[in-house]
């Protein structure tokens, strides 16, 4: 499909860089795409009553690591200093990532963090890296002079926070961040993004959730650097994803397996969530335990298995993600809605108010 069907103009101050607070007061758009009346303007709290008792909410409880590192690269007697973002671990000492500027650098490079004269690399003082591999878009395979915990503890202690750029280009990240750009179901470390729809929910809003009747599972998708990347390609068919690493227990599917059985909804909080949940499903609609990669890629015309809601945020213009939602609903429809929200000042992006999808016939 061309590209150019899922551009939009969307004015530069709908662009949320703060949460709502509390988080459960963002708003919400219900759409229904076969109604007389698609668009309804509610808010986040209202998903009790929106869902129905026996449905079944699915989040994402990956966490985000400080995945952004600003390093110097050595070559003999010459430095120059470097950003690298983390995006998808490889193996105890390895690490994909997007450098910048990636150009000049040449495999077999060293690129040193933190304090470039430390003696000792156990001492976490600094940190070094050789440029493995470079593939397109500035993409490199890093191999760690640490492996493993030791790796972990010095990532989180000489990198950032790496909030979206359209949010970090307009101001400095904070302390403030470090809670904000995590959900309240963050247990395993990995991704280098939040799972945003998931930063609306509370305790008070779970807590209500449950009394309904709405259970929730868990799976982890740890969210990689790629899904904050342009489409760049003219065709749909011309982009490639970038793998990420996703989990779904036995448990968790046997669960949304006997909802689905007994009449209950599968309700993604997410797009990775689907995304992982959607990779995990058969043909015959079955949910399966799922651990690896997956690279999936959902535009207008596929099929969807597992997922009947999904509850997510305002997406970019021409991205990924917003193919998916048009994938969901009907490109039409989600035009119209976009359309909607922006002219009702609906904030929009991570830290912005979310949308409840239900899928288009």
């Not at 209202?46 to 690591?65: E, K, S, Y």
């Not at 493995?132 to 493993?148: D, I, M, T, W």
């Not at 397996?257 to 309700?267: D, F, L, Q, S, T």
């Not at 009702?344 to 912005?352: I, L, M, T, V």
């Amino acid at each position: 499909m061309d590209v150019g069907l899922f551009d939009f103009d969307l004015p530069e101050d709908r662009i949320a860089l703060r949460p709502a607070s509390p988080r459960d007061t963002a708003r919400l758009l219900v759409v229904r795409p076969d109604a007389p009346e698609p668009f309804e303007d509610r808010g986040i709290r209202d998903l009790v009553g929106l869902l129905q008792p026996g449905d079944a909410l699915v989040l994402n409880d990956t966490r985000v690591i400080p995945s952004r590192l600003r390093g110097r690269r050595f070559r003999g007697e010459t430095s120059a200093g470097i950003e690298i973002m983390l995006h998808k671990r490889e193996g105890a000492d390895r690490w994909l990532a997007f450098a910048r500027p990636a150009k000049k650098l040449t495999i077999g490079e060293m690129i040193v963090f933190g304090e470039a004269g430390a003696s000792n690399v156990c001492e976490l003082g600094r940190l070094e890296a050789e440029v493995q591999s470079k593939g397109e878009g500035g993409e490199v395979e890093l191999r760690f002079a640490l492996s493993g915990p030791m790796l972990d503890e010095a990532i989180a202690r000489l990198g950032e926070l790496p909030l979206p750029p359209y949010i970090a280009g307009k101001r400095p990240t904070d302390q403030q961040d470090a809670s904000d750009y995590q959900t309240m179901h963050a247990r395993e470390d990995g991704a280098v993004a939040a799972p945003t729809a998931g930063l609306h929910f509370t305790p008070d809003l779970v807590a209500a959730l449950d009394a309904y009747g709405v259970s929730r599972h868990l799976v982890t998708l740890h969210v990689g650097a790629g899904t904050f990347l342009p489409v760049k390609v003219d065709d749909t068919s011309e982009h490639r994803m970038h793998a990420e690493w996703g989990s779904v227990s036995a448990e968790t599917a046997a669960a949304l397996n006997a909802v689905k059985a007994k009449g209950g909804r599968v309700v993604a909080v997410g797009t990775t969530s689907l995304r992982l949940l959607e990779s995990a499903t058969g043909e015959d609609g079955v949910i399966a335990p799922f651990s690896g990669d997956t690279a999936i890629f959902i535009t207008p015309g596929y099929r969807f298995r597992a997922v009947d809601l999904l509850l997510t945020n305002f997406h970019l213009p021409r991205s990924t993600l917003f193919m998916l939602v048009s994938a969901f609903c009907g490109l039409n429809i989600m035009k119209r809605a976009y359309a909607h929200a922006i002219a009702d000042n609906y904030r929009f992006y991570s830290y912005g108010d979310a949308s409840l999808l239900q899928r288009g016939a």
